[in-house]
T-cell receptor, first 116, second 115 residues
Framework: DADVTQTPRNRITKTGKRIMLECSQT?????MYWYRQDPGLGLRLIYY???????NKGEISDGYSVSRQAQAKFSLSLESAIPNQTALYFC???????????????FGPGTRLTVL | AQSVAQPEDQVNVAEGNPLTVKCTYS??????LFWYVQYPNRGLQFLLK??????LVKGSYGFEAEFNKSQTSFHLKKPSALVSDSALYFC?????????????FGRGTQLTVWP
Protein backbone atom coordinates (compact mmCIF):
# COMPACT_ATOMS: atom_id res chain seq x y z
CA ASP A 1 0.00 0.00 0.00
CA ALA A 2 1.66 3.21 -1.19
CA ASP A 3 0.09 5.13 1.69
CA VAL A 4 2.39 3.37 4.15
CA THR A 5 6.06 3.54 3.26
CA GLN A 6 9.06 1.96 4.88
CA THR A 7 12.74 2.75 4.54
CA PRO A 8 15.06 1.11 3.86
CA ARG A 9 13.52 -1.80 1.93
CA ASN A 10 16.59 -3.94 2.42
CA ARG A 11 19.40 -3.66 4.92
CA ILE A 12 22.41 -5.77 5.76
CA THR A 13 24.22 -4.94 8.97
CA LYS A 14 26.67 -6.48 11.40
CA THR A 15 26.20 -7.76 14.90
CA GLY A 16 26.37 -4.99 17.46
CA LYS A 17 25.44 -2.18 15.10
CA ARG A 18 22.58 0.20 15.82
CA ILE A 19 20.00 0.38 13.12
CA MET A 20 16.79 2.32 12.59
CA LEU A 21 13.86 1.35 10.41
CA GLU A 22 11.46 4.11 9.47
CA CYS A 23 7.78 4.13 8.69
CA SER A 24 5.70 6.96 7.30
CA GLN A 25 2.01 7.09 6.49
CA THR A 26 -0.26 9.51 4.68
CA UNK A 27 -3.49 7.89 5.81
CA UNK A 28 -3.94 10.15 8.79
CA UNK A 29 -4.32 7.16 11.09
CA UNK A 30 -3.57 7.47 14.77
CA UNK A 31 -2.62 3.87 15.40
CA MET A 32 0.67 2.44 14.17
CA TYR A 33 2.30 -0.95 14.66
CA TRP A 34 5.60 -2.73 14.11
CA TYR A 35 5.63 -6.45 13.35
CA ARG A 36 8.30 -8.93 12.43
CA GLN A 37 7.70 -11.86 10.16
CA ASP A 38 9.69 -15.06 10.35
CA PRO A 39 9.06 -18.09 8.14
CA GLY A 40 6.59 -20.44 9.78
CA LEU A 41 5.89 -18.06 12.66
CA GLY A 42 3.56 -15.56 11.04
CA LEU A 43 3.58 -11.97 12.25
CA ARG A 44 4.51 -11.07 15.78
CA LEU A 45 3.88 -7.67 17.31
CA ILE A 46 6.92 -5.72 18.51
CA TYR A 47 5.45 -2.35 19.52
CA TYR A 48 2.30 -0.35 18.89
CA UNK A 49 1.30 3.25 19.34
CA UNK A 50 -2.19 4.69 19.62
CA UNK A 51 -1.03 8.28 19.31
CA UNK A 52 2.14 10.32 19.64
CA UNK A 53 2.12 10.09 23.44
CA UNK A 54 1.06 6.46 23.72
CA UNK A 55 3.51 3.63 23.05
CA ASN A 56 3.05 0.05 24.14
CA LYS A 57 5.15 -3.09 24.10
CA GLY A 58 4.02 -6.02 22.05
CA GLU A 59 4.84 -9.68 22.53
CA ILE A 60 8.51 -9.49 21.44
CA SER A 61 9.80 -6.03 22.38
CA ASP A 62 13.11 -7.10 23.94
CA GLY A 63 16.04 -5.74 21.95
CA TYR A 64 13.88 -3.13 20.21
CA SER A 65 12.83 0.43 20.87
CA VAL A 66 10.50 2.81 19.05
CA SER A 67 9.91 6.49 18.57
CA ARG A 68 6.69 8.15 17.43
CA GLN A 69 8.01 11.41 16.10
CA ALA A 70 4.69 12.58 14.72
CA GLN A 71 1.31 11.15 13.88
CA ALA A 72 2.67 10.10 10.52
CA LYS A 73 6.03 8.65 11.60
CA PHE A 74 6.91 5.63 13.69
CA SER A 75 10.51 4.39 13.84
CA LEU A 76 11.85 1.09 15.08
CA SER A 77 15.41 0.85 16.43
CA LEU A 78 17.64 -2.09 17.13
CA GLU A 79 20.14 -0.75 19.65
CA SER A 80 22.63 -3.56 19.18
CA ALA A 81 21.62 -5.88 16.37
CA ILE A 82 22.03 -9.62 16.71
CA PRO A 83 21.67 -12.36 14.07
CA ASN A 84 18.34 -13.68 15.38
CA GLN A 85 16.83 -10.30 14.57
CA THR A 86 17.21 -11.17 10.92
CA ALA A 87 13.64 -11.00 9.65
CA LEU A 88 11.12 -9.14 7.54
CA TYR A 89 9.75 -6.11 9.39
CA PHE A 90 6.38 -4.56 8.68
CA CYS A 91 4.80 -1.32 9.75
CA UNK A 92 1.02 -1.06 9.82
CA UNK A 93 -1.62 1.56 10.58
CA UNK A 94 -5.28 1.51 11.54
CA UNK A 95 -8.06 3.96 12.18
CA UNK A 96 -10.50 3.22 14.99
CA UNK A 97 -12.36 6.50 14.61
CA UNK A 98 -16.13 6.52 14.71
CA UNK A 99 -16.07 3.57 17.02
CA UNK A 100 -14.98 1.30 14.21
CA UNK A 101 -12.55 -0.65 16.30
CA UNK A 102 -12.86 -3.50 13.82
CA UNK A 103 -11.22 -1.55 11.04
CA UNK A 104 -8.49 -3.41 9.28
CA UNK A 105 -4.81 -2.62 9.42
CA UNK A 106 -2.90 -1.32 6.40
CA PHE A 107 0.62 -2.60 5.89
CA GLY A 108 3.75 -1.14 4.42
CA PRO A 109 5.87 -3.09 1.91
CA GLY A 110 8.29 -4.34 4.54
CA THR A 111 11.99 -4.04 5.33
CA ARG A 112 14.16 -7.10 4.92
CA LEU A 113 16.86 -6.95 7.58
CA THR A 114 19.87 -9.23 7.68
CA VAL A 115 22.20 -9.19 10.68
CA LEU A 116 25.52 -10.90 10.03
CA ALA B 1 -5.44 -15.74 25.64
CA GLN B 2 -5.99 -15.04 21.99
CA SER B 3 -4.60 -17.33 19.35
CA VAL B 4 -5.07 -18.34 15.75
CA ALA B 5 -4.30 -21.68 14.17
CA GLN B 6 -3.83 -22.34 10.49
CA PRO B 7 -3.43 -26.10 10.44
CA GLU B 8 -2.03 -26.33 6.92
CA ASP B 9 1.32 -24.84 6.01
CA GLN B 10 0.61 -25.47 2.34
CA VAL B 11 -2.47 -25.91 0.18
CA ASN B 12 -2.17 -27.00 -3.42
CA VAL B 13 -5.07 -26.88 -5.87
CA ALA B 14 -5.55 -27.01 -9.61
CA GLU B 15 -6.76 -23.92 -11.42
CA GLY B 16 -10.53 -23.90 -11.71
CA ASN B 17 -11.05 -26.06 -8.64
CA PRO B 18 -12.50 -24.72 -5.41
CA LEU B 19 -10.06 -23.84 -2.66
CA THR B 20 -10.29 -23.72 1.11
CA VAL B 21 -7.73 -22.31 3.53
CA LYS B 22 -8.52 -23.23 7.11
CA CYS B 23 -8.42 -21.09 10.23
CA THR B 24 -9.51 -21.71 13.80
CA TYR B 25 -9.27 -19.22 16.62
CA SER B 26 -9.39 -18.82 20.35
CA UNK B 27 -10.43 -15.59 22.04
CA UNK B 28 -11.74 -14.81 25.49
CA UNK B 29 -14.72 -12.91 24.09
CA UNK B 30 -16.39 -12.46 20.74
CA UNK B 31 -14.08 -12.07 17.78
CA UNK B 32 -13.45 -9.81 14.90
CA LEU B 33 -11.85 -12.00 12.22
CA PHE B 34 -9.72 -11.05 9.25
CA TRP B 35 -8.00 -12.57 6.26
CA TYR B 36 -4.92 -11.03 4.67
CA VAL B 37 -2.92 -12.05 1.61
CA GLN B 38 0.78 -11.53 1.00
CA TYR B 39 2.24 -11.68 -2.49
CA PRO B 40 6.01 -12.13 -2.91
CA ASN B 41 8.01 -9.05 -1.87
CA ARG B 42 4.86 -7.22 -0.83
CA GLY B 43 3.19 -6.24 2.40
CA LEU B 44 -0.02 -7.81 3.64
CA GLN B 45 -3.21 -6.83 1.86
CA PHE B 46 -6.62 -6.96 3.48
CA LEU B 47 -9.06 -9.46 1.93
CA LEU B 48 -12.12 -9.54 4.15
CA LYS B 49 -13.38 -9.39 7.70
CA UNK B 50 -16.17 -10.69 9.88
CA UNK B 51 -17.73 -8.21 12.27
CA UNK B 52 -21.25 -9.41 12.94
CA UNK B 53 -24.35 -10.60 11.14
CA UNK B 54 -24.26 -12.93 8.15
CA UNK B 55 -21.83 -15.75 8.72
CA LEU B 56 -20.74 -15.73 5.08
CA VAL B 57 -18.51 -12.79 4.33
CA LYS B 58 -17.54 -11.78 0.81
CA GLY B 59 -14.29 -10.00 0.08
CA SER B 60 -11.84 -9.00 -2.59
CA TYR B 61 -10.86 -11.05 -5.67
CA GLY B 62 -13.82 -13.41 -5.34
CA PHE B 63 -12.84 -14.73 -1.92
CA GLU B 64 -15.32 -15.43 0.83
CA ALA B 65 -15.10 -16.78 4.34
CA GLU B 66 -17.54 -18.53 6.61
CA PHE B 67 -17.70 -17.79 10.31
CA ASN B 68 -18.69 -20.78 12.42
CA LYS B 69 -19.04 -19.88 16.07
CA SER B 70 -19.58 -23.40 17.36
CA GLN B 71 -16.45 -24.65 15.65
CA THR B 72 -14.55 -21.37 16.24
CA SER B 73 -13.53 -21.40 12.61
CA PHE B 74 -13.24 -18.84 9.84
CA HIS B 75 -12.25 -20.73 6.70
CA LEU B 76 -11.34 -18.85 3.53
CA LYS B 77 -12.89 -20.11 0.31
CA LYS B 78 -13.06 -19.44 -3.38
CA PRO B 79 -15.26 -21.37 -5.84
CA SER B 80 -12.74 -21.39 -8.69
CA ALA B 81 -9.03 -20.86 -8.05
CA LEU B 82 -6.74 -18.87 -10.31
CA VAL B 83 -2.99 -19.22 -10.72
CA SER B 84 -2.74 -15.59 -9.64
CA ASP B 85 -4.25 -16.53 -6.26
CA SER B 86 -0.96 -18.22 -5.37
CA ALA B 87 0.29 -16.37 -2.30
CA LEU B 88 0.70 -16.57 1.46
CA TYR B 89 -2.56 -16.19 3.39
CA PHE B 90 -2.90 -15.08 6.99
CA CYS B 91 -5.86 -15.34 9.30
CA UNK B 92 -6.05 -12.84 12.18
CA UNK B 93 -8.32 -12.35 15.18
CA UNK B 94 -9.11 -9.55 17.54
CA UNK B 95 -11.15 -9.76 20.71
CA UNK B 96 -13.90 -7.17 20.24
CA UNK B 97 -13.99 -6.62 23.97
CA UNK B 98 -10.38 -5.49 24.03
CA UNK B 99 -9.54 -1.80 23.98
CA UNK B 100 -6.02 -2.48 22.78
CA UNK B 101 -7.00 -3.19 19.22
CA UNK B 102 -4.16 -5.54 18.46
CA UNK B 103 -4.44 -8.41 16.03
CA UNK B 104 -3.22 -11.94 16.57
CA PHE B 105 -2.03 -13.64 13.40
CA GLY B 106 -1.80 -17.26 12.39
CA ARG B 107 1.41 -18.65 10.98
CA GLY B 108 0.23 -18.39 7.42
CA THR B 109 -0.75 -20.86 4.69
CA GLN B 110 1.06 -20.95 1.37
CA LEU B 111 -1.48 -21.45 -1.40
CA THR B 112 -0.23 -22.75 -4.72
CA VAL B 113 -2.59 -22.96 -7.66
CA TRP B 114 -1.36 -25.16 -10.51
CA PRO B 115 -2.27 -24.33 -14.12
Amino acid sequence: DADVTQTPRNRITKTGKRIMLECSQTKGHDRMYWYRQDPGLGLRLIYYSFDVKDINKGEISDGYSVSRQAQAKFSLSLESAIPNQTALYFCATSDPSGGRAYNEQFFGPGTRLTVL
Amino acid sequence: AQSVAQPEDQVNVAEGNPLTVKCTYSVSGNPYLFWYVQYPNRGLQFLLKYITGDNLVKGSYGFEAEFNKSQTSFHLKKPSALVSDSALYFCAVRDRGSTLGRLYFGRGTQLTVWP
